[in-house]
């Protein structure tokens, strides 16, 4: 560039410049420039939801404890007292059904010579809860308590069965050696006559036999031990005495009512069983 350029150029500039500064003056008194508006705040976000807590896991369910072995848990004996020869049933009862193949309880005795299970053991079928038995017992001479046990493995359960003697009940023949059943033969002056009585037919456990020998009003009663006897009269013919009669073919007899009443050696007495009975004189006691 010339120099002669150069000085235009640079004149240029400063007339551009002179102009520009008056341009911008006020009275001469410089402005301030007004502060542009402050921006508006930008809104503040909704905060977000807090997130649902996950559910704590399902703790794992316990298993069921296996069902308890079945166990013995009763026995009984109906009826708890019986008779000689006469017999009870036991029932055993377990705690739950019995499992397949079933369950055998052990029986036993504290004395067999008067009551015993019929079987050493009894059998629970698979899915029972009960099963009976048998108890026998014995002819026996006097009662008694007798305990029978049933056991399954670690439990045993006893219960008292009565046996009792049988009740006596009396039964008796009378006997003459001359004229035979139910008719006797006086054969002195004593009134002592050919008969016997004889009470073996009678049952139980006899310790007396109580015969009693009745004309209208009058008894006498006789004791005895034996279950064979004679028929003995303290002071017959005056037991005989002025007594009506009967006739049989010209015989004379007078009715005797004979009487037996058993009492067993527990102090048990039986009914009174009676018939009665012809004693013909035979010329003696004033006849």
Do not use: W
């Not at 069902?67 to 020869?85: E, G």
């Not at 037919?201 to 004309?215: D, Q, R």
């Not at 006498?220 to 064979?228: A, P, Q």
Request: proline share 10%; with cysteine; charged share 20%.
């Amino acid at each position: 560039m010339s120099r002669k350029t150069h000085i235009l150029c640079a004149g240029l500039l400063a007339l551009v410049l002179a102009f520009a500064a008056a341009c911008g003056s006020d009275n001469n008194s410089p402005t301030t420039p007004s502060p542009s508006p402050a921006p508006a705040p930008a809104p503040a976000p909704a905060p977000a939801p807090a997130p649902a807590p996950a559910p704590a896991p399902a703790p794992a369910p316990t298993p069921a404890p296996p069902p308890a072995p079945a166990a013995l848990a009763t026995f009984t004996i109906s009826p708890t007292r019986v008779q000689s020869q006469q017999e009870a049933t036991g029932t055993v009862t377990l705690t739950t059904a019995a499992p397949s193949g079933g369950i055998t309880i052990d029986l036993s005795t504290s004395d067999r010579d008067y009551a015993r299970p019929a079987s050493s053991t009894v059998t629970v079928p698979a899915g029972s809860t009960s099963a009976t038995f048998r108890i026998e017992t014995t002819t026996v001479a006097d009662s008694k308590d007798i305990q029978i046990t049933a056991r399954y493995q670690s439990v045993a359960i006893n219960v008292i069965l009565r046996v009792t003697i049988t009740p006596p009940v009396a039964r008796f023949t009378v006997t003459g050696t001359d004229r035979g059943e139910d008719k006797c033969t006086l054969v002195d002056n004593n009134g002592d006559n050919d008969c016997r009585v004889d009470a073996s037919a009678s049952s139980g456990v006899p310790k007396f036999y109580i015969f009693t020998y009745a004309i209208g009003s009058s008894s006498i009663v006789d004791g005895k031990t034996d279950k064979v006897s004679d028929i003995d009269i303290p002071n017959a013919c005056d037991f005989f005495k002025d007594r009506s009669t009967g006739d049989d073919n010209g015989d004379k007899y007078i009715n005797v009512d004979v009487s037996l009443q058993i009492e067993d050696r527990e102090g048990t007495k039986s009914s009174v069983t009676k018939k009665t009975v012809r004693f013909y004189p035979h010329g003696y006691c004033g006849y």
